[in-house]
């Protein structure tokens, strides 16, 4: 994708019109041939226009010579004065051998550019001035064909030169003109005809010059552009790269153009040429769609990739259409909630430990006044107290685990990772849950690949686990396999996934799944999620929620052993 740029187009100058040279030719050029705009170039320097005219003008050389020897077997209908047959055809033989010859290194360019144009017209003087004297002088018209090995000679990179070979013409020409003159009809009418054919030559010659000054100017002009153009597309390129956010560029169809290499990070997929924006995400492509039709894109993020990412798009225009394609921003929200959530708690954070701290006292001494009042009420037979005190131990209780939850914070960065096997630290795990909430076995369903390790403190990842496992068997049907846990392992990293065939979470709740104190449960903290996703965190490894079609699932991402 180009940002900024603008396309420029050189004018077409005629029959030499050309690819751009490099633009060191003209760059490096001395002052004085810069200001006029020529000078003596190199083999690799020549324009390809230049190359393809001389291949042409070699070309036309095979054909006429093969043209020139055929019509010498005709000679009485083709020339007037025809009296050497043989020297004619033999002529045209070697004109042809000799147009072959040059071909070789035509085509390798092993030769200097204005080496070669001058050795192909000396020989196309000598031999077309030699058949046009067997064929009857000026009359037969083959003088003619001069005008192109002219017209090819204007390529060449000084004027003088261009002059030097169309005075050579005329030399040979007028000279042809006095041995027809005394030797054969002795007439000087033929004068006129070398001389008009002279002025030909010279015209030919010099508008040939012209024409490829002017375009090798332009070709000059398009060179130094270009450069600057390609400069520009590097330095967008290297901005486009480093951008924070994925960017994508897309045509009408919906084709990505360009991207950038966030854009395959976040995606999760691996993008080739003209590749279809479907290709990314379905979600994405209706969004795109929806989009082109004239709506908005909704405000709350969509998930992609393994980890359930949570992304927000946003389309920028390239014409007020909407058809011509626009340019796809994602952002990232997961990083951005993650990042704005810290500096939301990083302040709380101190105030929190102190205040769980102060409060653990008092509520030891309050759980222990309701333990005797208890005992009292039973002693006195008082239904009435005894109710009182079991809600005073119950909201005691209550308050308990959120202190221990909130202490819980203060030790995430103290632990010792080792190395688990996953399959009988998840089926000792299962059996132990069901014991402690009286959950039937058959309510999960496992599905351990490979039986893969992980690296983790046992601590951390028994608390994590416990609190999936609880929401788990909260929402879920209580229904055989109404609680499912896989463990994948990847190239890089374990994903351990619990899932359940409970109701989803609406895409609008989503965001706020990992906040601390947000919570749809009355007898809850809201911190569950949260203190899982920070012990997680302190292990190097993440903690995601995932959209799937029957019911809800979270994602646990640990990395692989050697801790």
Known sequence: MSVGMASESVPDAGRFAMSSPPASAFLNAPPEEEESGWRRLKASEVPEAFWRSLDHLNSFRVFLAIALGMAGMLANQTFHRFEYPSLFQATCAVYLLVALLFRSPLSARREGFERQVGRQALVDIICITLLMQLSGGNSSGVGLLLIVTLAAAGMLSETRMVLFWSATATLAVLGEQIIQATVFDGSTGGFARAGFLSLGLFASALLSHILAKGTLAASRVAAEKSLRAESLERINERVIQELPYAVMALNGQGEILQHNARAA????????????????????????????????????????????RRLRARFIELEPTRREGAVVVLEDMTELEVRAQRMKLASLGMLTANLAHEIRNPLSAIRHAAGLLKEDAREARSATAEKLSGIIDSNAERLNWLVEDVLALNRRDRLTRETLLLEPYLNAFIEHIA????????????QVAGNPSICFDVDHLEQILWNLFRNALRFCRKRPASIRIRAVAGETKVDVDVANDGPGIPAELQSRLFEPFYTTDKAGTGLGLYIARELAEANDASLHYVDIPDGAMFRLSCRLPPC
Do not use: I, K, Y
């Open 265 to 308: 990070e976040l995606l999760d997929v691996r993008f080739f040429p003209r590749c279809g924006l479907g290709h990314c995400s379905p979600r994405l492509t209706e969004m795109w769609l929806r989009w082109r039709a004239g709506e908005n894109p909704p405000a709350h993020p969509f998930q992609v990739g393994r980890e359930g």
């Open 435 to 446: 014991q402690r909430e009286g959950m039937p076995l058959d309510f999960v369903a496992v």
